[in-house]
Structures are given as C-alpha cells and as structure tokens.
RNA sequence: GCUGCCUUAGCUCAGCCGGUAGAGCAUCUGCCUUGUAAGCAGAGGGUCGUCAGUUCGAUUCUGACAGGCAGCUCCA
C-alpha cells in the first residue's frame, strides 16, 4: 500500500533551470549545451537540503533555479520521471510488453501516459495491481542515472531487451542526436530528460484510463494500449485534483444542456443530430439576430441557398472526391447524384458569378446562416462540440487582391467585438499553412504564396498574437483558426478564417477593373460564431449555464407568494412580456420555498417574489441570480434597469457561490 | 473508422453467486396557503438499449448491432 508521504514532499528540489531549460540534478551543468552556462560548474548546493525554490548565482552570472513541484518545469519532470515509473511497474507486472513512448500531457484524461504494446488488454480492473507496483518502484527509491551511448550500442542495448518499438525509435533520431538512457533499478529507458535524482522523489500515483493510439500518430498503424495517469507529491493533491475535476464536470454543456432544458438527441433521430428544445433555441436565435444586425451594420448582404445540389458542384470545387468519405452519401434524382451540402462556399461563389461583376461591387459580402451536413467519424461526434448538422455563421467576402489585407482585418476585429462581448478571453489564434511536401494541397507555389502572405500580413497588422502551424491549411488556402477550451480542457476550434485564391479560379470568377480588364477576385471564407451547435456548447461552459440576461431563455421568473397575489404577478408578467422580456410565472402550486429553489437551479437571472408587501406597494422585489442581491423597484425601474442590461449585452460577475 | 469502457423509470443511481426489479428527484392527485435553495401524504411510471445464442429459467453469461463516454485518426 501507499507508505505515509511527508507534506513537504512538494518541496523536493527535481531538477534545475538553466537559461530556462531544464535538466537534471545529476547532470554537471558543464556537459550542458547552452553557451551562458558552459562555464558553470554545479554549485553543490543544489544537491543539498534546498527547503524550497530558492535562486541560486553561480560566478559566471549564469542563473540557477532549483525546480520543485511548484514550478510549471519542475512539474514536467515530476510527470514525466512518473512515467518512467509506470513503464518499470508495467514491465515488470508484463515481462512481454514492449515500450513505445511516455510523454508528459497538458491535456488529457491524465498528465502523462506511456504507450504500450501488448496481446493482453489492460482494463481497469488491473489498475489497482500496477497503482500497487508503481508505489513499490517509489519506495525502493532508485537513483536515476543519466547515461550517453553510441547509437549502435544503445540499438543493442534495447535489442537484447526485446524493445523493438525503442529500437525503431532510435533509428529515426537524426543522425546527429545525442543518443541519451535512464535507468532506475532495473529498468532503463531511452530518454531525452530531464528526470529527477531518484524514483523516491515521487509520490502517489493513479491511474486514470486506457485508450488507443497509432503508432506515430498514423491511422494505417498498429494501434498500442495508451495507459494515462496522474500522480502528486501527494494524498491531498491527488484528492483535490479529482475534486476540481468533478467541479469540472458540472459545467459540462451535454450535462447543463439536459439540466437547464436546452438540446436533446434522439436514437431515432442519430448520433450527432440536434434537437434544439425551445429555452436552448432562445440561446442561438439570440445570437443569429445579433451576428445577422452586427453583419448588416459591416456592410454584409444576405443569401439563401439550397441544402442539396447536384455534385458537380462539388467537382467544380473539388471537395469531391476529396471529402467522399465525410459526406452523406449521394441520392440519385433524373439520372443525377444530388448531394447534401457540407458546406456553403460553392453557392455563394456560384451568387458572385451569376452575372459580371464590377470592381465597383466590391468588396461583395455575401452572408448566409446556412445548415450544413458532415459525416463525421462516429468516433469524433461529441456533444454539441462535433455534430453532424450545423447551422453555420457563414459569410464569403470577394475583395480585389488590394483590398484582401484590410477586409481579412475587418473579419479579425470582428471576432474580437463578439469575443469582447461574450467575455472569451481564453482562447489563441493559430496560423495554419501548407507544407509544400505534402499532396493534400491544391494549386500552384505562387498562388500559395500570396495567399500565405496576405494573410500573414493581416493578422500581423492587427496585432494579434498567433502561432504558426506549418501543415494545417485548408486544401485550397491558408488558414486563421480561433482555438477554444472546453470545460475539461479539450481543444477546439471556434472559428476558421480563409485567405481563398483557389475556389476563385476553379469557379472562373472575375470582375471587371477600372481600366476594363477581368481580373479574379479573392474570396475570404469566415465564420466568427463558427457553427452555432458548437458555439453555444461553448457558450454553456462559458457561462456555466448561467447566461448573461440578454441570451437567457428565461429572463425573470415571479413568484406569486399565494394564489392572492396571482394576479398581481399575472399582470406583472404581461406588462414585462410587452416589452419583449422572457418571462414566466410560477403559480403557487408548491411551497415557495421550492419554487425559489427551482428558479435557482434553472439559474434565471431575476426571480420575483410577489407577496403583500409587493401588492400594497405596488413594487417589484428582485433577487439577482449573479450576485445573488435583493432589491425593491418600482415597475418603471425595474424595467429601465433590465432593458439596459440587455441592450448592452452586459455580464455580471458571478458573485455568489454555485451549488 | 480504430482501441477500451458504459447502457436498469423522464433524470441520478442501487440490485451479492442466473430465479422476470428498487431508491431519491421529477410527474400526477389530495392536503397545506407559503417571504428568498426541497411542507406532508398517496399514486402512476420499467418488454433492465435492440436482436440472437447458452440455460428448465437471462436484467445478470456469450455474440452481433445501436447509442453514449475517453483517447487515437479525421476535421472543407
């Protein structure tokens, strides 16, 4: 069983920072590659009792921090040491098992987790007995100890280990890697570090899940056994970790969604089909009026077009065949396959060019609130999150090549009005590009090119902060992606912008210029509210439920104290309903008590309790849900107050505590 | 799609080793006439995801399928 762990485990000093990298304790700071630190020798101290993060000068000016569990790298090191150890308790619970790789995970049912493979499948059940063995590796407390080898070497080394996966790992490090193992006990594992001095410096482990994983990350892969856990210094961390992870939980949107009546699905209906229930589709007409009004006043004009169309379509665009396999499937109509339509972009080009066109129209906005269908993986659908029909915010804008930068900025201010609004601030932009090796992409380098620039140019110009991801465009162009997190962490993509120099051409659209010349348009694809599936999925964790008033499904709700005050509290109601306000009266056929309870649970932003005091005054007493506040108003005020609440959109902090 | 797990009332969940099921909440009906998070009592509600198989007998064991969860792959 788990021994008695000290508390100041969490202050064990795991490794040292040097020019912000770290490395082991045990590795002289003289072997380490770093130019400010080459002259540095360990100062001794730092093996010594250091009680806590402390800095430490050494004489050549070079910066020494010891890492602890407090410190982001010091945590890398403990998780990724704690890896190792699971991989030693697994070898030794499975001699025939065959280790691939055991990185540390930000996101994740776990903070690391080591691949495997193995005939026999570990389920849960066996959790428990490898929980037990790693406990044991930690109190055998084995030294870790850094070794250098010679590539051909280190190949036998893991040859006579039976390590084939290892072997065929250090055949694709670059030549000129240093080839580098640790070894704790008896077990010893290719690894770049940094580890800590010795497995007793980790502390309670648990085992959190196992999944599958291609080796490489490549589907046409053998699959491995991912086996994902966490560990902690200690008890009361491992504890509260779980504890945030049930608070987590709660914020859910699938869980909410069923709780505060918004969405449902149906067996009969299929996996990744919504059904919207009336209060959910309050949340997204709401926000459909307000991108629609927010696009009007951008100089956007709006379009509809059909769901189904004949594939050529989609063969001028050539998404087919490229995206055969994540479109429902064809239907056969006067001899021709009709297609649902996954996306709206074809329609609206084919809008742009159903008769010239002057530079003068330009920049033309053609906006749509289109309901697109994907087949999506079975696998991949999830909640709101990832859905096979969804209602898109869609919009393609055709610019001149001249005016691209400033509308692509336009589209960019745009997301940052919504976001500034809705108060989404955790998120980060990613710059998705083409890697000239692969095939995936279409149309020439230099087209490639400009569109790479142009778009690069924009986000620049805005002064966004993004990151670059060399193999992530669009097949047709260069893409700008708002990333999001749920409420368990998990990565997903709010939004996605294109720079679009290929779908012109395909479609042969132009303009004529000022000097009489066709000259092609460029499209810019956007979607700031992305699909509205998603997006109130977002929304739903955002707030946890608790919408701002203008979103809310409900707005008030009054509750007359007894039938006396019913039609004090009727009256209320109609005056509210007059002026657009949601609004719902809870008649007295339960205990106040519950009634409030109720309200509260359905997190609506005001509740009214109407009673003699209310009647005889001719007041309104109003509890905030967000702050939880009491306060009288005349009907006038209260009003007043709520419409300006709503007109500007405006959130409240949450105040009082969630139950 | 792949790997693993899960599926019992509208919801959350009990149900040891195979002998046709239970709680709380919700719903309905009475009583109560309520002042800022659950008043009291009673009733209704389940082909135990579906279909096969094993068995005298399957909610329980086996298989397939469906739906869901986690991860991988994918994501116009």
Known sequence: MVEKLAPKKRKAVLGVEVDKKSYDLSRPLSTIKSPSAVEAKVPSAVEAKVPSAVEAKVPSAVEVKLLTFDDEAGKEIFWHSSAHALAQALKRLYPKIQLEDGPVVKNGPGYFFYDVLLDEKINEDAFEKIEAEIQKVVRENHPIHRKVMERKDAVQ??????????????ERLPADAEISIYEQ???????????VPSTGKLGVFKLTTVAGAYIGGNAENQMLQRIYAVSFPDKQMLKEHFRLLEEAKKRDHRRLGQELELFTTSEDIGPGLILWLPRGNIIKEELETWAKDTEAAHGYERVTTPIVTKEKLFYTSEHLPHYTESMFPPMQMDNENYYIKPMNCPFHHTIFGHRPRSYRELPLRLAEYGTCHRYEDS??????????????NDAHIYSTEEQAVEEFKAVIRLHEYYYKILDIKDYHMVLSLRNPES??????DAMWKKAEALTRQAMEESGVEFIVENDGAAFYGPKMDFQIKSSIGREFTSSTCQLDLFMPMKFDLKYVDKDGSLKRPVCIHRSPLGTHERFVGFLIEHFA???PTWLS?????????????EAYAKNLADELRKEKIRVHVELPEESLGKRIRSAEKMKVPYMLVVGDKEVEANIINARNYFTGAQKEFSQDEFL???QEEIRLKKITAMVKKQQ
């Open 640 to 642: 007043k107050m709520i």
């Open 545 to 547: 439920g608790a919408f």
């Open 157 to 170: 080394k893991f040859k006579a280990m039976g390590e084939d996966l290892k072997v065929g790992i250090i």
């Open 553 to 565: 499904p409900e707005q008030v709700r009054i509750l007359p104290v007894n039938e006396v005050h």
């Open 185 to 195: 006990g008896e077990f010893a594992d290719l690894c770049r570090g940094p580890h």
């Open 439 to 444: 095939k995936k992409y279409h149309g020439e």
């Open 379 to 392: 696998g991949a659908l999830m909640g709101l999150m990832r859905v096979r029909a969804m209602q898109m």
